[in-house]
């Protein structure tokens, strides 16, 4: 049986994440009695699917010119290839129509604020997979952390060079600061909405910072897409900060 470290770990990171939403939402169930309405395993259920169709769609476009060549090669999750943003829009999308179905749609923002506390975790987890397959890495570096990539797993214009950022690493322990600015603020009451704006907030700081270290990138004119996206996290959380102060 072939074990498949990457898919393990990005179990790994949504369990933990979903265990960890558990007990931030009895915590937060303290200031607003709402909280309790909502069903994380149904949540779960609903949001999987399109999460990881969304992030896989996004992945692949990212990297259809490796694609194009081979499409049977978009099925190989187990290979790596997921795309975080893709992840959440997704996420949302499930979310919605889970809402909706159930007719619990003004419980969008409750959801919402204990979801994102499992996110930055799970993705900080997730990130080991990317370790393992070699992947997520940034330009040459000769830093003490800087990481040692095979040959064949580097760039035809960089394969001269043995050593790289680990790309991988910065983001998960970003994402650990953000879930501890979430989990410390997690502890004072705040309006509904507030968990969900700081984290569309910072994690469009993290990544639109870390996308300057990435190889190729998918670039929609000036910026990378991933840029693109981090602005619309950015201007998401600080507008919604701002509805709600």
């Known amino acids: 049986m072939v074990l498949h ?29 709402t909280y309790q309405h909502i069903s994380l395993d149904q949540l779960l259920l609903w ?8 992030a896989r769609v996004y992945h692949v476009i990212d990297y259809w010119v490796y694609y194009q060549e081979d499409l049977a090669k978009i099925l190989y999750l187990w290979q790596g290839g997921l795309g975080i943003f893709g992840a959440i829009f997704g996420g949302l999308l499930g979310l919605l129509l889970y809402l909706w179905y159930s007719k619990q749609i003004s419980l969008f923002l409750y959801s919402s604020d204990i979801l994102v ?18 992947e997520l890495f940034g330009p040459p570096s000769t830093l003490p952390w800087a990481i040692f990539i095979p040959l064949a797993k580097r760039p035809v214009e960089l394969i001269n060079f043995t050593h790289f950022h680990p790309l991988f690493a910065y983001e998960a322990l970003l994402n650990l600061v953000l879930l501890g600015v979430l989990w410390w603020q997690s502890k004072y009451k705040h309006k509904i909405g507030f968990f969900t704006a700081i984290y569309f907030f910072g994690y469009g700081l993290i990544r639109f910072s870390l996308e300057f270290l990435r190889l190729d990138p998918w670039r929609l004119g000036v910026l990378t897409t991933g840029q693109w996206m981090s602005l619309v996290f950015i201007a998401s959380g600080i507008v919604l900060l701002w509805r709600r102060r």
């Open 117 to 134: 506390f499992a996110l930055p975790l799970a993705q900080a987890v997730g990130r080991l997979g990317n370790f393992y397959n070699q």
């Open 5 to 33: 470290i990457y898919g393990l770990l990005i179990g790994l990171g949504i369990w933990l994440g979903i265990e960890l939403a558990g007990k931030v939402q009895k915590q937060l169930t303290t200031f607003h009695k």
């Open 47 to 54: 949001l999987a699917i399109p999460a990881v169709v969304g």
